[in-house]
């Protein structure tokens, strides 16, 4: 039976979403076709909004949906303190933790030489001027590198904290604490972990 362009072009589609395989995407494309077409018409301006309508801050690199976002715009957060980590989710993560108060700069990604991702291709050169810069007219205390406990995330963390240390010698460069098990990701981790990695943060 030959399966309709139309089913078959969306999953496709899915295929092409991370952790999604052919079973996963062939199972989501039917249930959609039992989806009121207005719920799908609304589905469909989500995904097609979803890059028109977010931006990424020209400041800490997140993604929001103004320039600066609502985190590097609030007076209320300590300005001398950048966290450090790979993906915007991440962000989300901590914040859910409520225990950090600092500003963040998200890297899109970590160097990944297997995968030819270097220095150059995340957001690296701008944290460091940044720091050197100092951000919004505020001396930078501490930097906290939260890159998740992988081979590469490690492996970013220790080339960032050795460029940051090349022109700040008295900047204080710290690693979060190990409640996050090895091969973990931030994103996953429930608020006690993340809360108890942050307090567990030590010199870098």
Do not use: W
Not at 24 to 32: K, V
Not at 33 to 46: N, R, Y
Not at 118 to 140: C, F, H, K, M, W
Not at 163 to 186: E, F, H, M
């Amino acid at each position: 039976m030959k399966i309709p362009k139309a089913i078959q072009n969306l999953i496709e589609s899915f295929e092409r979403l991370p952790g999604i395989g052919p079973k996963s995407a062939s199972r989501l494309t039917y249930y959609l076709l039992h989806v009121p077409q207005h719920e799908l018409d609304k589905f469909a301006s989500a995904v097609s909004n979803l890059k028109n309508q977010t931006i990424i801050c020209s400041a800490c690199f997140t993604i929001a949906d103004k320039n600066p976002c609502d985190i590097c715009d609030d007076p209320r957060r300590d300005k001398s303190i950048i966290c450090v980590v790979e993906e915007p989710l991440d962000v989300l993560a901590l914040e859910r933790s409520g225990k950090y108060n600092g500003l963040y700069h998200v890297l899109h990604g970590k160097i990944d030489p297997l995968n030819n991702i270097g220095p150059d291709e995340i957001y690296i050169r701008q944290l460091l001027e940044r720091v050197n810069n100092s951000s919004n007219g505020t001396a930078i205390k501490e930097v906290i590198l939260a890159t998740n406990p992988t081979m590469e995330g490690e492996s970013t963390a220790m080339y960032i904290s050795k460029q940051l240390k090349v022109k700040n010698s008295n900047l204080k460069v710290t690693r979060i604490g190990r409640g996050l098990p090895t091969g973990a990701d931030l994103e996953y981790a429930d608020h006690l972990t993340l809360e108890r990695a942050m307090e567990g943060r030590s010199e870098y």
